[in-house]
């Protein structure tokens, strides 16, 4: 069965600081990856995915990711962060032969001082 | 366009009663997903629907819960009779597609029983 490993479950950085949230993922056949980010107070909202190609995506607001596939991994990462990114973030995955069910993961908080 | 909305946003009812939540997907996206957090977990499957038929339910806990989509628009998931475990997060989400591009979520419905 697919699952997807957080490996942080709170972050806590200063503004201007650099930000890596690690995913590692369990299946061993293609998929589709995803980060997905919740404000407070709002939905959950995309914000990048991968399906094949340039394994370096970028998503909104100067998010990026990583695929590596020899690691099963699908790190976040931003290279200064604001106080705005103070949300929690969501890695998830979609196994290519099932076409459905997202398979999430425990989520990462990340807190961010002013 | 309209996101997938959801209702009510918030419910508390007591250990035993009953409680319908509902889910109106974006117009014209045929798949619809039922999702649940529990206590700052993953985020897990429940079931979806293409169109009225479901799709997958493997991830529906107990016979308590009971989800339809009548006629393939919105969607409702009754709990009944609902225990303190099912408290949580309740999201639904939709999508065009069988998910491979991700979903579009709704803002979640919080259930509390007490």
């Known amino acids: 069965a697919q699952s997807v490993s957080q490996h942080n479950h709170h972050v806590i950085l200063s503004e201007a600081a650099s930000l890596e949230l690690g995913c590692n993922y369990s299946?061993?056949?293609?998929?589709?990856l995803f980060w997905y980010v919740q404000y407070p107070g709002q939905h959950l909202q995309l914000l990048l995915k991968?399906?094949?190609?340039?394994?370096l995506v970028k998503g909104i607001k100067g998010f990026e990711a990583e695929f590596i596939k020899s690691k099963f991994s699908f790190n976040l990462r931003k290279p200064s962060v604001q106080w705005s990114d103070t949300a929690e973030y969501f890695c998830?995955?979609?196994?290519?032969?099932?076409?459905?069910?997202?398979?999430f993961g425990s989520g990462t908080r990340l807190s961010i001082r002013p | 366009e309209a996101g997938v909305t959801q209702f009510p946003s918030h419910s508390v009812i007591e250990k035993g009663q009953t409680v319908t939540l509902r889910c109106d997907p974006i117009?014209?996206?045929?798949?619809l997903y039922w999702y649940r957090r529990v206590m700052g977990k993953e985020i897990k499957f429940l079931l979806h629907?293409?169109?009225?038929?479901?799709?997958?339910e493997s991830g529906m806990p107990n016979n308590r819960f009971l989800a339809e989509r009548t006629g393939g628009t919105y969607s409702t998931l009754k709990v009944q009779p609902a225990e303190l475990e099912d408290s949580g997060v309740y999201f639904c989400?939709?999508?065009?597609?069988?998910?491979?591009?991700?979903?579009?979520f709704g803002s979640g419905t919080r259930l509390t029983v007490v």
């Open positions: 629907f293409v169109k009225e038929s479901k799709q997958d």
């Open positions: 299946y061993g056949g293609t998929v589709n």
């Open positions: 991968y399906f094949s190609g340039d394994p």
């Open positions: 998830a995955v979609n196994a290519y032969s099932s076409a459905s069910k997202i398979i």
């Open positions: 989400a939709s999508s065009q597609d069988e998910g491979y591009y991700g979903y579009t």
């Open positions: 117009s014209g996206h045929d798949n």
